[in-house]
């Protein structure tokens, strides 16, 4: 088997490994706690990370171009507000159109970091860290350090996250059919595929012919627009709107990536991958209140798992390269 | 006589380039914030107050320095909101549980420092990963321990000497003021006087050519993390002693503020390029500023907006100085 053979068989075991560990933590769980495995639980539980998982995409799409967002939390934010606000004016606004005033604001204010990023070469972490604190003020701006909440929220806007269509919460349908359009996008147009080869080598996609700078930027405002939707869809869930909404909620989502085997050096992330990675970050989160772990352990949890993700991401390609080097010199 | 030529144009552009330096705009704007300030207040421009309000800002002025090292490293570490926090927690447990107050100072600054080690060990054994993802981890781990220990409880109780650190003064000026002024000559001077100074500069245009000239660059990389930790546990201690307790959130953003006042300072995020003049002003323009902003009753909000526009802003004004520069050298 040659390199590339190779890493894409440990990727596949990869996945099957973390496949494997979600069934013995859910096991484990089980076993101390018998309400987790319950319908009713695994509803909630996959209610809970649908959010997560839309805003996964968005970010693998970053991560595969080399760059990173950790504005996402304030966006949230500022679009959950704007858009709560637009709803406790006008209480007839259709759920649709606030989805989409909130999904439209996310993507204006994603175009901004992406012309940072993509036509000044300003450094991703430095454009996206004075994006979160710019926006995160703004959204205390914007609301008067005021809360927005359930009862100047129409019913009909809080019924995106309550109702349910075909017997399945709506978030979990959202969250379905974003997984379902972007699966198309990623593997199976023309952008998709060059957003790839931007991510693993810039340099041959640009003397190729790929627009580099152009796609860079789109990835920025795709995130952007799905923490947009990621926005509306948390306000509705939690029926308030507040200045620290999502705040921090960027750790999380990068930490799904992670799980997920998208790699930080860029080009590498799949869909399949990235979707363990959510359902894993989301039992944790579910799990660790059901076995009585106080609720301030998790973040130290989170991100002991994220490092030891990484270096077991660091320390499995290294070995890989390493035999398939040995192969190659007998 | 073509010699005499190149010679004077040399000196006339030295002249420029002397004038045109971005310490210059940074003290205009510097002057421009005091004068704002005073015209809001007319008790900002008073000596008294004017040497004492630094002390409500310096705290992260100490990250400043070894901030400045990383980034002209071509890295950043935004894990040193975290550290503080830790460190914080840590002293203050270690001191309720019994432990004498110097010597729970002292395992504030080691655990710091130990943090900031962590990162670069890290970096220098995992060479395949980005400084942003360590740090980010290390960012999430650091402030997870503080609430591990504390959860959502304050701690404090410290002896009444501790408060001299933050509110102390000797003959009118700041007691944290002094240590500032003295911390950053030491730097400076390691920066711009020490081989070590040197090859950090050297590192961050490229690092592989400082390998095989000879400097140890792991070394470097582990040091100058370290310094970051060490530095983040001293804000711990000013940052401590003048709110007099502390919580697993202190120092939330730090690492925006430090980071922004570094950028602001001139030194690029591409590596190779500072002095530590730059982010020294720089600390003083955020610090009256964000000081201005609270005179006006502007909420806090504002000043986020404002910091936060100020990074994007002055790392973008270096971006287009040098896409230029990088055009008129090719041409």
Known sequence: ?330 | MSNEIRIRTERERNWREFFFQWEWILVGVLLLVVIINSSISPYFLNFNTFIRTPATFLDKGFIVLPMMFVLILAKIDISVGSTVALSAVIMAVSYNAGLPMPLAMLLCLVVAGLGGAINGWLLIKFKELSFVIVTLSTMIIYRGIAYIILGDQASGGFPDWFSFLGWGEIFGVPFILICFVLVAIAFGLLLHRTTFGRSVFGMGRNATACRYSGVNTDRVVWIVFMLNGLMAGVTALFLTSRMGSTRPNVAMGYELEVIAMVALGGVSTNGGIGRVGGPLLAVFIIGFLSYGMGLANLQAPIVLVVIGTLLIVSVLVHRIRFQSKKKNSAV
């Not at chain 1, 175009?111 to 300003?122: N, S």
């Not at chain 1, 894993?280 to 209140?289: D, E, K, S």
Request: with cysteine.
């Open chain 1, 1 to 330: 088997m040659n390199i590339k053979k190779r890493l894409v068989f440990t990727e596949s075991l990869r996945e099957l490994g973390l496949l494997l560990f979600i069934i013995v933590l859910s096991v484990a769980v089980q076993f101390r706690n018998p309400a987790f495995l319950t319908l009713n639980n695994i509803n909630s539980l996959l209610t809970n990370t649908a959010i997560l998982a839309i805003l996964a995409i968005g970010m693998m799409l970053v991560l595969v171009t080399r760059g990173i967002d950790l504005s996402i939390g304030s966006i949230m934010a500022f679009t959950g507000m704007v858009t709560a606000i637009t709803v406790a004016r006008v209480p007839g606004i259709s759920p649709a159109l606030a989805i989409l005033e909130g999904t439209a604001i996310g993507v204006v204010l994603g175009m901004i970091t992406g012309v940072l990023v993509a036509r000044f070469d300003v450094l991703p972490v430095i454009a996206t860290l004075g994006m979160m604190n710019v926006v995160r003020g703004l959204t205390y701006v914007v609301s008067g350090g005021r809360w927005i909440s359930s009862y100047q929220m129409s019913t009909e806007f809080k019924a995106i996250a309550t109702g349910r269509t075909l017997g399945v919460n709506n978030l979990i349908v959202i969250a379905v059919v974003t997984y379902l359009v972007f699966t198309y996008f990623i593997n199976h147009t023309r952008t998709g595929r060059r957003i790839y080869a931007v991510g693993s080598n810039p340099a041959a996609a640009e003397v190729s012919g790929i627009p580099k700078r152009r796609l860079i930027f789109l990835v920025y405002a795709i995130m952007g627009g799905l923490s947009g939707l990621a926005g509306v869809l948390w306000v509705a869930k939690f029926a308030s709107a507040q200045g620290n909404t999502a705040i921090g909620y960027e750790l999380q989502v990068i930490a799904a990536c992670i799980l997920g085997g998208v790699s930080i050096t860029g080009g590498v992330g799949k869909l399949s991958g990235l979707l363990l990675g959510t359902i894993m970050l989301g039992i944790l989160a579910n799990a660790l209140p059901l076995i009585n772990v106080s609720p301030f352990w998790q973040m130290g949890i989170q991100g002991v798992v994220v490092l030891a993700a990484v270096l077991t991401n660091v320390m499995v390609r290294r070995n890989t390269e390493r035999t398939a080097l040995r192969r190659r010199a007998i």
